[in-house]
């Protein structure tokens, strides 16, 4: 059985990236999933400064947590068309684990699925293309990509419609087939 990390790239407390991660996770039925929460590794702003201290005991162990695992899946918002920051420093930490332009998830080619929502109707999904693009460069094998726009149009009383219930069903399974 396949081992499968999930996490977001958002630090808030009622956070619709987790809810959809939840609907997510609770559709994977050939693997084993972990949840795994960013902010049980807190990490200061990247600098060079600190690095020149040593890079923090918290970047070490998230990197064995994505070793351990064969796939990732990410549920990230998007800031101004961008990543977050809360994520951006997550994967610039990670990254100087490595020499400049080598893969930092284990292993070249680790599975990947990106995911996001927003209530705007791209659903974030100007982000989820650019990082499916650098993907690559870090060591993910993106296998899947999932944009849920209108989150507040889709969610309804703490459910999903049926359309998007079968589209994050069919977003999984096909994800699963290729692990
Ligand atoms: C600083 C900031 C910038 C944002 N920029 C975008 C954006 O470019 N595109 C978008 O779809 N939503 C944008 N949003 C709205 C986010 O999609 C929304 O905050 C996010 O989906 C909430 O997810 P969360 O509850 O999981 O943190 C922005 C929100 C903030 C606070």
């Known amino acids: 059985m396949k081992k499968i990390v999930a996490f977001t790239g958002s630090n808030h407390s009622k956070s619709i990236?987790?809810?959809?991660?939840?609907?997510?996770?609770?559709?994977?039925?050939?693997s084993e999933v972990t949840m795994l929460d960013l902010s049980d590794y807190p990490l200061p702003i990247y600098s060079l400064d600190i690095e020149?201290?040593?890079?923090?005991?918290?970047?070490?162990?998230?990197?064995?947590?994505?070793?351990?695992?064969?796939?990732?899946?990410?549920?990230?918002?998007?800031?101004?068309?961008?990543?977050?920051?809360?994520?951006?420093?997550?994967?610039d930490w990670l990254s100087r684990l490595v020499p400049p332009k080598n893969p930092f998830f284990g292993d070249?080619?680790?599975?990947?699925?990106?995911?996001?929502?927003?209530?705007?109707?791209?659903?974030?999904?100007?982000?989820?293309?650019?990082?499916?693009?650098?993907?690559?460069?870090?060591?993910?094998?993106?296998?899947?990509?999932?944009?849920?726009?209108s989150y507040f149009e889709k969610v309804v009383d703490g459910k999903l419609t049926p359309e998007t219930d079968q589209e994050l069903t069919d977003v999984i399974k096909l994800f699963e087939a290729q692990l």
């Not at 990236?17 to 050939?30: D, M, P, R, S």
């Open 52 to 91: 020149a201290n040593g890079i923090p005991e918290e970047v070490r162990k998230l990197k064995e947590v994505f070793v351990a695992n064969d796939a990732i899946i990410i549920a990230t918002p998007e800031h101004n068309g961008s990543m977050p920051a809360y994520l951006k420093n997550v994967i």
């Open 17 to 30: 990236h987790q809810q959809l991660l939840n609907f997510a996770v609770e559709k994977i039925t050939e």
């Open 108 to 149: 070249k080619h680790k599975p990947v699925l990106l995911m996001s929502t927003s209530p705007g109707v791209t659903g974030g999904s100007t982000n989820i293309k650019t990082m499916a693009e650098l993907m690559p460069w870090w060591g993910g094998d993106v296998k899947g990509t999932y944009s849920l726009g």
